[in-house]
Every structure is written in C-alpha cells, then in structure tokens.
C-alpha cells in the first residue's frame, strides 16, 4: 500500500464527446479547456482523478491517458474501478484493468475500486492477485452498504492488505451513509470515505446561475423548486465566506470528514474544489445547512442508486431450485 492522502478528487464522468456532453450535461468542454483544468489541477496541487471505463460514454479514460502525458503524468494519481456488470468469470478483473492501463498509459493505478458488490469474494480475491503484482497500489469498494464493507474488510485483512476506502454517494441532501453508520465505521478502521456527486450533478451550486437545457437539469427542475430556504442559507453561508454556492457544497463535506469527488472540466471549477477544502465551516452553519437540507426533501439520486445493477450470488443455484 502505497499512502495516499486525498483532500478531494476530481471526477471525469463529464468528460467526453460532443453529443454526449450538449444532451446529458447541456454543454461540451473543448479538449483545450479540460487540458487547461489539468493543468491548473497541477497549480494547485489537486493531481488527483477518478476514473472509470464507461465515463463520458466510454471517452474519459482514454482522454485522460492522452493529455495527462502531456502535463506530467508521473505526478497525477489515478483512481480506477472494475464494474462488474456480470458475474465473476476467471481473470476478468485482470482483462479490464490491462485495457485502463493501456487507456492510462501507466503500469499501475494508485487506487482501484470494486464497482459494485456483485461477487464480492471472488472478484476482491483476484483484485487482491493484482495488488501483489503491483499493478494495484490501494484497495477501494464502492456502493457497498456497511455490511458488505465489513465483509470485504475481512477478505482483506486476511490477505494482510488493508480497505483503502469506500467511495458512495453523499451529498448535503444524501446523507444516509451517515445516518445509517456507514462514516462513523470508516473513521473508527481508517478507511477514506470518497462521495461522489457532491454538487448533485449541477443541483448544489448557486440556482441564481443561466445554463443551457439538458436532460439532466430536466429532471432536476422539479426537486430544485423544494429547495428555497436550503439555497437561502447556501447563499447566506457563501457570502460569509466569501465563496460560491458550490464551494459550500463541497466545503460541507470536507469539514464532514469525507473526500469530495467532483465533477470538473473547467479550469474555474478546479480551482474552487482546491480553495474549498480549506474552507473552514461553523457548527452553527453546518447545523443550519442540514436542516435546510432535510426540510426540503430534494432527491434526485438516490444514496444506493446503483443497487438495480447488483447480481444477486449464485445464480445457478437459484435455477436448479427452480427447476427442482
Ligand atoms: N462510484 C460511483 O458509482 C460514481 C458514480 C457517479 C459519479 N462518480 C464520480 O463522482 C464524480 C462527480 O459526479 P458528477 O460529475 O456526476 O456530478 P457532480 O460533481 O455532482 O456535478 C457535476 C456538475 O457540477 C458542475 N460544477 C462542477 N464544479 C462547479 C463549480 N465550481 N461551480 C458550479 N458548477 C460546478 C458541473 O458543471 P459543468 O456542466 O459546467 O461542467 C456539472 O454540471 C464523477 O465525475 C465520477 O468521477 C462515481
């Protein structure tokens, strides 16, 4: 294991095509802005990445690979997955991340997370094969309830190696992971908490800014007329700081203790998930934040969003019973 102590990631799940980018995301970053969002993610010492292969709709890693090689690639840490879409089939785990490191042009990755909880014992064993090999440096799960972190704990500490993280959804508006016991486990084993979508996917920053129609500011609209008086204190604590509505965002979930994932193409946004991590909160304003959040009752994706995509164990067996 090699120690790695992230303040907050930059996501790349926006990263990628034209199309992609104007119907999903409402607007399309140029390959110039994302290069120069890499390099002030350099500037500002944030050389840090989330990966995964279907990313930008299969683009972001590959992109990624090219420009990193461009601004340095041996000082950028690269957070990688495996999505286990099916079962567990011999030396699938392997096969994918030989084609991330060939996306990545590297012979390892810093952190690599099981995706998903399908399989859990057979495709941490062969991740764990990886890591001795040295192509894996950290172990991570990822939309694991605390149950099947506990178990995959276990799995890894009978092989000697620790559990790096678990990376799940957490937002000011989705903080069941917290309520249900998951953070106060990772903090009592030293395992990193990494949350994706802080921002709620562009819901979480300052409702006073244009954008452009996308499917998913669509979606968004109905949840963001609940949420008035969370913008109103949003806005209030924003001011006092002298930062921006997301920045509050993100800042909530660094004083939270957990690791913000965000999702940055432009160099701006990258230079506001830098300054907030240092950004210091009252107990006053988190409280105030919190309430604002729980009384507006916004969801847009849930905490264990993924959890239609999960296989349930033994298939076959579960046939031949109902055949029997
Ligand atoms: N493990 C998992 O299962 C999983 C699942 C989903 C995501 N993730 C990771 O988490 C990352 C974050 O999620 P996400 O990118 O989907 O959503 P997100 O970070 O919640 O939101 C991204 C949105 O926020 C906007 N934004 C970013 N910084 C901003 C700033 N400073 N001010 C105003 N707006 C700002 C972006 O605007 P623009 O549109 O202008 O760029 C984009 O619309 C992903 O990139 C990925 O790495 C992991």
Same mark, same amino acid.
């Given at each position: ?13 926006? $990263? ?8 999903? %995301? ?16 350099? *500037? ?12 930008? #709709?299969? *683009? ?5 690979? %090219? ?33 991330? #490191? ?10 690599? $997370? ?23 440096? /950290? ?28 990376? /799940? ?7 069941? $992971?917290?309520? /249900?016991?998951?953070?106060? $486990?990772? %903090? ?25 129609? @996308? ?40 004083? *939270? ?13 990258? *230079? ?10 009252? @107990? ?20 264990? &969003? ?13 046939? &031949?019973?109902?055949?029997?």
């Amino acid at each position: 294991m090699v120690n790695i102590e992230a303040k907050a990631v930059i996501g790349t799940n926006s $990263w990628g095509g034209k199309v992609y980018g104007k119907v999903i %995301r409402g607007s399309y970053a140029e390959n110039s802005v994302i290069k120069d969002a890499m390099r002030e993610a350099e *500037k500002q010492g944030l050389m840090i990445y989330d990966l995964a292969r279907d990313y930008g #709709l299969g *683009k972001a890693q590959k992109m990624f690979g %090219r420009f990193a090689e461009e601004i340095g690639k041996d000082q950028v840490i690269i957070s990688a997955k495996y999505t286990p879409l099916t079962h567990y089939k011999r030396n699938c785990v392997r096969k994918s991340l030989e084609k991330d #490191l060939a996306d990545f042009r590297r012979s390892y990755v810093d952190i690599y $997370w099981l995706h998903l909880p399908t399989d859990i014992e057979q495709h941490l064993a062969e991740i764990i094969e990886l890591y001795k090999e040295g192509k894996i440096r /950290n172990i991570g799960v990822s939309n694991f309830t605390l149950e099947e972190c506990w178990l995959s704990k276990q799995i890894l500490d009978k092989a000697g190696i620790p559990l790096y993280g678990v990376q /799940n959804h957490y937002s000011l508006i989705s903080r069941e $992971w917290e309520k /249900n016991g998951l953070l106060d $486990w990772c %903090r009592e084993n030293g395992v990193s908490f990494w949350a994706w979508a802080v921002l709620e996917e562009g819901m979480l920053t300052d409702p006073r800014a244009k954008s452009k129609f @996308s499917l998913m500011k669509f979606f968004m609209n109905r949840q963001k007329r609940k949420m008035h008086e969370l913008y109103r204190v949003m806005i209030a604590v924003a001011k006092r700081h002298d930062i921006s509505v997301a920045q509050v965002a993100e800042a909530y979930c660094v004083n *939270k203790g957990v690791v913000p994932i965000c999702g940055c193409r432009k160099p701006n946004q990258v *230079k506001e998930l830098a300054e907030a991590v240092g950004v210091k909160l009252t @107990s006053g304003e988190i409280r105030k934040l919190e309430e604002a959040a729980d009384h507006s009752g916004a969801k847009v994706l849930g905490h264990d &969003l993924f959890r239609f995509a999960v296989l349930k164990a033994t298939p076959h067996k579960a046939r &031949l019973t109902a055949l029997h």
